[in-house]
Each structure stands twice: as structure tokens, then as C-alpha cells.
């Protein structure tokens, strides 16, 4: 969806609606740098009389996307540190990603890895992922396998049935996790074959990614359901956006909506440093805040771990609030035989109770 036509009905019919009021020439600056793309579901929910609708914002095109600050980078959590071989990402010891694939059907406006994934790049040539396979043969530890990309999910059904055969074939792999935003962004895409096609004696899980509640659209549901009544479940990632899903209504609702899909959240992800991303970004304090808002008040099955992606590839830490406090300004939390504990409505007890 780079072509020329493409840009014109964007700005024509969506982009002046958005906040950034962007237009045609500005857009086609954007589009150069960065991939543009949306799919008819997606373009669907957009309410183009909402100058501030959530969903266009996740895909229409900013001029902002080119201020670029000097904290951010074109590969946020460090990726390329940790690629022994090429499509490999081994940034833990017991399990890696595999990128099959460099492009997705919707580019998000927010997207970490936005500087390696369009259209066009493709994906892992025959000769390069045998030796992407290689390495995990080569190397026990590694006891799941992450297919990520881009979207892997872009691939024929055919393709990904011979990279889950082969990864369910290697003794030393025990989990198949499979990274996607196809559910919500095309989910015509899922069909019969593409479930058959990711089924294994394996452990296998689908990870959707989605960020607002109206993303769970009725065929989003009916390709969510495709794939959990075949035996394969789902768990979710989302990432905190401002604008999008930075309101506890908006996100308890998004989780709420992805429990009743059978959906456990996993991960909110604080936005990464990606460059041209700062109008997205909430602070860590915010984030804090919102999941002390969820706490108590939605059930325990709609709480994700908020984590965050530390820069330069040291991995993810929870940053979620802290409930515990040394029971006196001189005590030492780790040492002391007592604490104080918060509750969700955010009173404080002392532990263990007194006598």
C-alpha cells in the first residue's frame, strides 16, 4: 500500500481527520522513510468523523514520525547485539527469535523495528534459514522458538507449515510462539490451512498484538476462535500509546475484551525509543499509574506484566508499581521481618498484622 493512489485516498479521506491534520505532501515524505500500510478490516473501524480516532492514529501516517530525538534509535532493544546468525535474535539463554519474515500486512506508526520492515524486503532466503535452523539445532538450550518478523503470519500457509515441522522435529524445543498482528489486521488470513499449518506435537501459542478494544472486531473474533477451538492458545501483547489506550477505561476494556476472547494479556509494553515514535510515548509514571488503576478493580485475568525493553538489548523488566514499603523511614525493606503493603484502593497495613 505505498503506491501513489494509496497516499492520495489516505489523505483524501482519513489523514486530514487525524490530529496531525496531515496532508498528501507531507504524508508522501513520511511514506518514503517509513512503510505504509492498512488493511480494508482495519480501514474499516476508522471513524473518520473523529479527528482524534484512536485507530487511524495506530496506522495513518504523522508529520511528526520525522522529528527524530537523539534518545532514539533505529534498532531500540538491540536487536542486532544479539543476531549470531542472520534472522536469529538469541537475547536469552533459552529461547529465540526467528524473523521469517520483513514485512507486515499494516505498518503501526509506532513500530520498534520500522527502520527493517516494508515492502519489498522480503524474507529469509532458502540458504538463510537453514542456517538459522541450524542454529537452534546446534545449540540445547534453547527451548522455544519465537517466529516474529515483520509478520509471520504473511506467509503462505505451505511455508509456515515446513518451519513448524522443522522446528517440531528438533528434540531440544519444547514451545512454539508465534507473534502476529494478522488476526485483527487481516483475518480472512486465517483460515483452515493456516491453523493446520501451525499445529505440532509441540507446545504452540499465538500471540496477538492489539491495542484498542474496537481492533476485536466480529471477524477478528471469529479468526481468534479459529485458532483456540483447534487447541491453540492465545495470549496478547499490547503497547501503552498515548491517545490510544492511555485511559484505564479504554485499557480495561481492551483487556476485558481479550479475556472474553480467550485471550490471556501478557505483556503492555512501555513504547520503545523507535525514531519519530515521541508523540506515542506516555511516561513511566503514567503507565505505573494506570496498572495501579487496574489492580483490584478488573478481575486477575486481565492484568498484563507492564515491561519494559531496556535500550541497547538488555532485555525486558517489569516496571509495574511496588506495593511493599520498609514499615519505618530506617528499616531496610530486604532485612526488616516486617513491611508495609498497599491495597488496591491505596491504604497502606502493616505485615504481619499486629498481635
Not at 26 to 51: G, H, N
Not at 202 to 228: G, Q
Not at 249 to 264: D, H
Request: charged share 20%.
Amino acid at each position: 500500500m505505498r503506491a501513489s493512489g494509496t497516499l492520495r485516498s489516505l489523505s483524501g479521506d482519513v489523514a486530514p481527520r487525524t490530529a496531525a491534520g496531515i496532508g498528501l505532501a507531507a504524508l508522501e515524505q513520511v511514506a518514503a522513510r517509513y512503510a505504509v500500510a492498512i488493511t480494508p478490516a482495519l480501514a474499516d473501524l476508522i471513524d473518520r468523523a473523529d479527528p482524534r480516532d484512536p485507530i487511524a492514529r495506530q496506522f495513518v501516517p504523522d508529520a511528526r514520525e520525522l522529528d527524530v530525538s537523539e534518545v532514539e534509535n533505529s534498532d531500540p532493544i538491540g536487536d542486532a547485539a544479539h543476531s549470531p546468525v542472520e534472522g536469529i535474535v538469541h537475547r536469552y539463554p533459552d529461547r529465540v527469535l526467528l524473523k521469517l519474515v520483513n514485512a507486515c500486512a499494516v505498518y503501526c506508526r509506532f513500530c520498534f523495528r520500522r527502520e527493517m520492515v516494508g515492502p519489498g524486503r522480503g524474507g529469509l532466503t532458502r540458504q538463510v534459514l537453514a542456517a538459522a535452523l541450524e542454529y537452534i539445532r546446534a545449540t540445547p538450550q534453547i527451548w522455544e522458538v519465537i517466529l516474529t518478523g515483520g509478520d509471520p503470519l504473511v506467509l503462505s500457509p505451505r511455508r509456515l507449515k515446513d518451519v513448524v515441522a522443522q522446528l517440531a522435529a528438533i528434540e531440544h524445543v519444547k514451545v512454539i510462539r508465534i507473534h502476529t498482528r494478522i488476526p485483527v489486521a487481516a483475518p480472512e488470513r486465517v483460515s483452515a490451512a493456516m491453523v493446520r499449518a501451525l499445529r505440532s506435537a509441540k507446545a504452540t501459542f499465538v500471540v496477538l498484538h492489539a491495542n484498542h478494544p474496537r481492533e476485536l472486531s466480529r471477524e477478528a473474533r471469529a479468526a481468534i476462535a479459529r485458532f483456540i477451538d483447534a487447541g491453540i492458545p492465545m495470549l496478547s501483547q499490547s503497547v501503552l500509546l498515548r491517545g490510544v489506550n492511555d485511559d484505564v477505561a479504554t485499557l480495561g476494556a481492551l483487556l476485558r475484551a481479550l479475556v472474553e476472547c480467550r485471550i490471556k494479556p501478557y505483556y503492555l509494553h512501555h513504547g520503545d525509543l523507535a525514531p519519530g515514535t515521541a508523540h506515542f510515548r506516555t511516561t513511566i509514571a503514567e503507565g505505573q499509574n494506570l496498572m495501579r488503576a487496574l489492580h483490584g478493580r478488573y478481575s486477575g485475568l486481565c492484568q498484563p506484566a507492564y515491561v519494559l525493553d531496556i535500550p541497547g538489548g538488555y532485555g525486558k523488566s517489569p516496571i509495574g508499581p511496588n506495593y511493599l514499603s520498609a514499615d519505618s523511614p530506617s528499616a531496610d525493606l530486604l532485612t526488616a521481618d516486617s513491611c508495609m503493603v498497599e491495597d488496591f484502593n491505596g491504604l497502606r497495613h502493616a505485615y504481619p498484622p499486629p498481635a
